[in-house]
């Protein structure tokens, strides 16, 4: 009978253990579901001046990539490219950004009425996509597009069509 209460006693604490593992395992899954953990960052130029065509340009940046689309007034002009990113740039540019004051940023109306370029800056994160347009007042979203122009100024992706 000895064995058979040790046998019982050693599989009820097995279960426990097993128990309070999942139990653990499910409580950290939810904590990183509920962390608002940034995907992708991108910036958009539309507009400019009516003599000239727009070089405009809408880039995404994730962990991995870099995609470019130069915009051109002739679509047949348009290019899309697409690179890879660095860990070190990636999280500099993670540095840079304060979700919260980002979101909390103030956007201003539309360039485009007076032959001005509209500058969109989003950020996607797990938990939805945040935009800010034109909002130059903002330290937070000055600072993330001052980081997107010196870590991927879109001259530096080649652009042969629009720079001609």
Same mark, same amino acid.
């Given at each position: 009978? *000895?064995?058979? =209460?040790?046998?019982? =006693?050693?599989?009820?604490?097995?279960?426990?253990?097993?128990?309070?593992?999942? +139990?653990?395992?499910?409580?950290?899954?939810?904590?990183?579901?509920?962390?608002? @953990?940034?995907?992708?960052?991108?910036?958009?130029?539309?507009?400019?001046?009516?003599?000239?065509?727009?070089? *405009? &340009? +809408?880039?995404?940046? +994730?962990?991995?990539?870099?995609?470019?689309?130069?915009?051109?007034?002739?679509?047949?002009?348009?290019?899309?490219?697409? &690179?890879?990113?660095? @860990?070190?740039?990636?999280?500099?540019?993670?540095?840079? /950004?304060?979700?919260?004051?980002?979101?909390?940023?103030? @956007?201003?109306?539309?360039?485009?009425? &007076?032959?001005?370029?509209?500058?969109? /800056?989003?950020?996607?994160?797990?938990? *939805?996509?945040?935009?800010? =347009?034109?909002?130059?007042?903002?330290?937070?979203?000055?600072?993330?597009?001052?980081? =997107?122009?010196?870590?991927?100024?879109?001259?530096? &992706?080649?652009?042969?069509?629009?720079?001609?």
């Amino acid at each position: 009978m *000895g064995g058979k =209460l040790i046998l019982q =006693l050693s599989l009820l604490v097995v279960q426990l253990f097993l128990w309070q593992s999942c +139990t653990h395992n499910s409580q950290r899954v939810t904590a990183e579901n509920n962390k608002n @953990e940034i995907t992708a960052v991108s910036i958009s130029t539309v507009g400019g001046f009516t003599v000239t065509p727009s070089k *405009g &340009y +809408t880039m995404k940046i +994730t962990r991995d990539s870099v995609y470019c689309l130069f915009s051109a007034i002739d679509t047949a002009q348009s290019t899309i490219k697409s &690179y890879g990113n660095t @860990e070190d740039k990636w999280n500099s540019l993670l540095d840079k /950004i304060d979700l919260e004051k980002f979101i909390a940023a103030k @956007e201003e109306e539309s360039r485009q009425p &007076y032959d001005g370029i509209d500058i969109k /800056i989003s950020i996607t994160t797990k938990k *939805g996509q945040y935009v800010k =347009l034109n909002a130059d007042d903002n330290p937070s979203w000055s600072r993330v597009y001052r980081q =997107l122009e010196e870590s991927f100024p879109p001259q530096s &992706y080649g652009n042969k069509k629009l720079d001609k």
